[in-house]
């Protein structure tokens, strides 16, 4: 077959919502306690006990829905989903079947500069398993029920990804969302954020679906890809064969670098869905879907919009200042304190990413507020202080959380504007310097800046840079003459 191939693929994405209490039972959901001490009664399957609903978990997959522009079920069933894992001891995970909370969706991903719409089938609500833990060096694994009954929701995507980069960028949209709705951190390395992906494909223009592979369990974009793209081209080799994929269930191994079969993929009948007796439907009135409506904040794709429009930043910068909502309204506050979106972008973007990322602060803990920013960038604005002296003022602002003027009042920062003071220099510069003027008076230019850096050495970085480089050329170019 020399036909071109396309890939066919679907994301269905857990995300662990951020509840303090597990979706059907009050023990604690937080991170990093010793196993299996936040367990209870339901979670360790105990006779005659009985789940009550999360109503902040129903109010997180609501928001979700509304911001994904899902329709809310107004009544929605929980069922029982049956299989035997060590991890899950009731013998069957709680989810939604049938009935799901949210359906039909979509959200906006860029690829290459260029907007696309994937559809979302369905988000409902479920309940995590616990977690099998296998030691190196001993001949016995240990279960971990910590995490049973942490409330999720899976997000299931329409099969309208065609590579792993549109699956990769899907899914770094979906943490985007998330994150900005603050209902789940999306922690991938904790697992709080993960998926299982679909990946089919078929002869393109062909409108069948050819047999659909699951890859189970992929907690980071880099897997995402780097998994859809060993399989893309594992199920191409045998389409071209003239062969078919195996449904089946693989599990990507990353040392390796390709799937290997983990089981015979089931389908729905195999788990056995019925409505769970112990709960009852979901019933969601059109009021409290208004309130949460009423909560949602501006999300990630009308952000980035309004910082190309209304502060005409290029779409690089816009993308990262909007890749947290912390960090955008960070970059706001900022640019309502001083009107220079472009210099605050760039401050924030440089400056202010390195020492965080060097000192490994989350932007909600900066040391340096938008408004000390902003005023930072101000006194460059105004000639107060040059960009070089600026990078001084910023990082004692960083350490000591304090004003940039009272850090340049403190230590005599403020830029040499004075033209009589910077000729005294620069007259002082050529006096020492004879042989390097020579040279440049024969031809060789690039001597510039070696007069400059002269000049800033004995200024202290505080000559205007803009007045220095005039009176400087004016200078060697009339002695020239």
């Not at 706001?332 to 760039?346: E, R």
């Not at 002082?428 to 031809?443: C, D, H, K, L, T």
């Amino acid at each position: 077959m020399t036909q071109e191939i396309e890939a066919v693929i679907g994301l269905e994405v857990h995300a662990q919502l951020s509840t303090d209490s597990k979706i059907f039972a009050t023990s604690s959901t937080v991170v990093g306690c010793p196993p299996n001490t936040l367990t209870d009664p339901l979670t360790l399957a105990l006779p005659g006990s009985l789940p009550v609903l999360n109503k902040l978990a129903v109010e997180f997959a609501v928001k979700l829905g509304l911001a994904t522009g899902c329709g809310i079920a107004r009544e929605s069933i929980f069922a029982r989903k049956h299989y035997m894992y060590p991890d899950l001891p009731k013998g069957y995970q709680i989810s939604q079947y049938e009935k799901p909370v949210c359906k039909s969706g979509h959200l906006e991903i860029r690829i290459n500069g260029n907007l696309r719409t994937v559809g979302i089938t369905r988000i409902h609500l479920e309940e995590d398993a616990g977690k099998n833990v296998h030691h190196a060096n001993r001949p016995y694994s240990s279960v971990d029920l910590n995490r049973a009954g942490v409330a999720l929701v899976e997000i299931v995507s329409e099969p309208d990804l065609r590579s792993p980069e549109e699956a990769g960028a899907y899914m770094r949209q979906i943490r985007q969302i998330l994150r900005y709705l603050d209902i789940s951190d999306g922690n991938m390395e904790e697992g709080s954020l993960r998926c299982d992906a679909n990946v089919s494909v078929r002869a393109k223009g062909e409108t069948k679906l050819g047999e659909k592979v699951e890859i189970k369990n992929l907690n980071s974009f880099k897997f995402v890809e780097s998994a859809l793209a060993y399989e893309i081209e594992r199920q191409t080799a045998l389409l071209r064969e003239g062969k078919q994929a195996r449904q089946e269930t693989r599990l990507w191994d990353e040392a390796k670098g390709e799937t290997r079969v983990m089981r015979t993929k089931e389908h729905a009948q195999d788990y056995r869905y019925f409505p769970d007796p112990d709960l009852l439907p979901l019933v969601i009135d059109n009021d409290w879907i208004e309130k949460i409506r009423a909560t949602l904040p501006e999300l990630p794709v009308a952000v980035y919009k309004r910082f190309l429009k209304m502060y005409r930043l290029d779409e690089y910068t816009a993308e990262v200042l909007t890749q947290e909502r912390f960090v955008a309204q960070y970059y706001d506050q900022a640019v309502s304190a001083h009107n220079n979106p472009i210099g605050i972008a760039n401050w924030i973007s440089s400056e202010l990413f390195g020492l965080l990322n060097k000192e490994t602060i989350s932007i909600e803990k900066c040391p340096v507020s938008p408004e000390n920013l902003a005023a930072l960038v101000q006194l460059i604005d105004s000639d107060v202080i040059s960009g070089k002296i600026a990078k001084t003022v910023f990082a004692e602002m960083f350490s000591t959380s304090a004003t940039p003027m009272s850090i340049v009042e403190s230590r005599g920062l403020k830029q040499v504007s004075n033209p009589e003071l910077i000729q005294k220099a620069i007259d002082e510069v050529i006096a020492s310097n004879p042989e390097q003027v020579s040279e440049y008076r024969s031809g060789k230019t690039k001597l510039f800046g070696f007069f400059v850096g002269q000049l800033m050495k004995i200024t202290q970085g505080k000559a205007n840079p803009q007045l220095l480089n005039d009176l400087l050329k004016i200078s060697l170019e009339n002695k020239k003459d």
